[in-house]
C-alpha cells in the first residue's frame, strides 16, 4: 500500500464518504430483517413498480409468481 502523506479532506469527499457509510448501513439493516419482513418488502416494492411502471410486468409476474 502506498504510504500517503498528505491529504485533503473537503466537505465535498467528507459528505460523499457518508453518503457512503449510509449506504453500507442500510444493506447492514436489511441483512438482519427477519424473512416475513423481507417478503412484505419484496411485495411492496412489486406493488410500486406496478403503479409506477404499469406496463412493465417482470419475467415472475408473467409467469403467474
Given at each position: 500500500?502506498?504510504?500517503?502523506?498528505?491529504i485533503t479532506?473537503?466537505?465535498?469527499?467528507l459528505?460523499?464518504?457518508?453518503?457512503?457509510?449510509?449506504?453500507?448501513?442500510?444493506w447492514?439493516?436489511?441483512?438482519?430483517?427477519?424473512?416475513?419482513k423481507?417478503?412484505?418488502?419484496?411485495?411492496?416494492a412489486?406493488?410500486?413498480?406496478?403503479?409506477?411502471?404499469?406496463h412493465?410486468r417482470?419475467?415472475?409476474?408473467?409467469?403467474?409468481?
Amino acid at each position: 500500500m502506498h504510504a500517503i502523506r498528505n491529504i485533503t479532506i473537503t466537505p465535498e469527499i467528507l459528505k460523499l464518504i457518508a453518503e457512503i457509510d449510509e449506504f453500507k448501513g442500510r444493506w447492514t439493516v436489511i441483512e438482519t430483517l427477519a424473512p416475513e419482513k423481507l417478503t412484505n418488502l419484496r411485495r411492496i416494492a412489486t406493488i410500486e413498480r406496478g403503479v409506477i411502471h404499469p406496463h412493465r410486468r417482470s419475467q415472475a409476474e408473467r409467469r403467474g409468481g
